[in-house]
T-cell receptor, first 113, second 115 residues
């Protein structure tokens, strides 16, 4: 069965610092992986997705993620944090049927000036 | 493109009443729509998957008689919370997909508060 684990429920960085949000997955089939961002009281916005093409995926707002099969990881990074990046981030894997998404528990990113 | 809307954004109702939440794909036809529930500071839990013109598939533990889902057209799905109770208070989020394997696009969510 598919699952994702997000390490660290809360990450704090300073403005301009590197952002690293960790996600490990478990999948019995080649995974489709996603990162979503959620701002308070809003729905989810897709940041990027991995669908078995390039292992380094670039997304919106300067975020990128690298798929590492040997480590079963799909960590999200951004070289320089902005205050506007403060939000909840969810890693997700598509279920085996190829329909619904299975979400991790989320990581809250705080950015201080 | 790929915009999904939800209505209402917030609703407060009395215990025992029913509440309907609409989810619309504004600029595409959604063969599949999903309903999620999110408790404060927690992740999204899939409640059900609905395909246009057929009965919804509910996840284990979700009462289908309490959470009625209708996907009457390729652009509209509704979730009706029947006989709502305070424990049904939550953030309900829908998503829509154009076809199998496509990206899911999420609505802005509906905050339900049952008094």
């Amino acid at each position: 069965a598919q699952s994702v684990t997000q390490l660290g429920s809360h990450v704090s960085v300073s403005e301009g610092a590197l952002v690293l949000l960790r996600c490990n997955y478990s999948s019995s089939v080649p995974p489709y992986l996603f990162w979503y961002v959620q701002y308070p009281n809003q729905g989810l916005q897709l940041l990027l997705k991995y669908t078995s093409a390039a292992t380094l995926v670039k997304g919106i707002n300067g975020f990128e993620a690298e798929f590492k099969k040997s480590e079963t990881s799909f960590h999200l990074t951004k070289p320089s944090a902005h205050m506007s990046d403060a939000a909840e981030y969810f890693c997700a894997v598509r279920n085996q049927a190829g329909t619904a998404l299975i979400f991790g528990k989320g990581t809250t990113l705080s950015v201080s000036s | 493109g790929a915009v999904v809307s939800q209505h209402p954004s917030r609703v407060i109702c009395k215990s025992g009443t029913s509440v309907k939440i609409e989810c619309r794909s504004l600029d595409f036809q959604a063969t599949t729509m999903f309903w999620y529930r999110q408790f404060p500071k927690q992740s999204l839990m899939l409640m059900a998957t609905s395909n246009e013109g057929s009965k919804a598939t509910y996840e284990q533990g979700v009462e289908k008689d309490k959470f009625l889902i209708n996907h009457a057209s390729l652009t509209l799905s509704t979730l009706t919370v029947t006989s709502a109770h305070p424990e049904d208070s939550s953030f309900y989020i829908c998503s829509a997909m154009r076809g199998t394997g496509d990206t899911q696009y999420f609505g802005p969510g509906t905050r339900l508060t049952v008094l």
